[in-house]
């Protein structure tokens, strides 16, 4: 089984502080992404990762910066927490085959920032 | 810019009923739709649809597409308690990306 986790179930920062949120994943996929979700506004891409070392922005990169350094780890990093970053975090990950549709989700982070 | 909208936003029904939800969608380069369940943890995957008319069914829940219309419904037929859930429908584009919906926060009371 495909198995994602996130390094956190539960996070509470203050404003200002620098946040890592990590995300691992066993099955050797290509593809990593991470969303944040918001009632009544589902899930939003933030960035995206293809490879090792590369990532792309999605639609909501504001606030946010990622890194991949190993495959099966990548990391969003909220260099300066802010209140409306209060969020429920998810991340997801993919093989790269062009023929493969679905992603697999970890269980989520939910963040406050105070 | 691509857009998933699903309707309604919640929904609220007694056991045994059977519901509809609705997912709606304007994308560039569209190359499938899925359905995913998602209760108080990871959403789960539920249904791939890529070709309209071609019912996708898994026990008491179905989904089909409609690539002229733009649109695909997940049925739930005599629903459950365990069926409480938000279920999320998400479109595929280009390269790997999904654009999701708001969700359907669906009920089920005993």
């Known amino acids: 089984d495909v198995k994602v986790t996130q390094s956190s179930r539960y996070l509470v920062k203050r404003t200002g502080e620098k946040v890592f949120l990590e995300c691992v994943q066993d099955?050797?996929?290509?593809?990593m992404f991470w969303y944040r979700q918001d009632p009544g506004l589902g899930l939003r891409l933030i960035y995206f990762?293809?490879?090792?070392?590369?990532?792309e922005k999605g639609d909501i990169p504001e606030g946010y910066s990622v890194s991949r350094e190993k495959k099966e780890r990548f990391s969003l990093i909220l260099e300066s927490a802010s209140t409306n970053q209060t969020s429920m975090y998810l991340c997801?990950?993919?093989?790269?085959?062009?023929?493969?549709?679905?992603?697999?989700f970890g269980p989520g982070t939910r963040l406050t920032v105070l | 810019e691509d857009k998933v909208v699903q309707s309604p936003l919640s929904l609220v029904v007694h056991e045994g009923d059977t519901v509809t939800l609705n997912c709606s969608y304007e994308?560039?380069?569209?190359?499938?739709l899925l359905w995913y369940k998602q209760e108080k943890k990871a959403p789960t995957f539920l249904f791939m649809l890529?070709?309209?008319?071609i019912e996708k069914k898994s026990g008491r829940l179905s989904s089909i597409l409609d690539k002229k219309e733009l649109f695909s419904i997940l049925n739930i037929t005599a629903t459950q308690t365990g069926d409480s859930a938000i279920y999320l429908c998400?479109?595929?584009?280009?390269?790997?990306?999904?654009?999701f919906g708001e969700g359907t926060q669906l009920t089920v009371n005993p």
């Open positions: 997801a990950s993919s093989p790269a085959s062009v023929s493969y549709n679905e992603q697999f």
């Open positions: 099955m050797d996929h290509e593809n």
């Open positions: 990762s293809y490879d090792v070392k590369m990532k």
């Open positions: 994308v560039t380069n569209f190359r499938s």
């Open positions: 890529t070709s309209s008319g």
């Open positions: 998400a479109v595929r584009t280009s390269g790997s990306r999904l654009t």
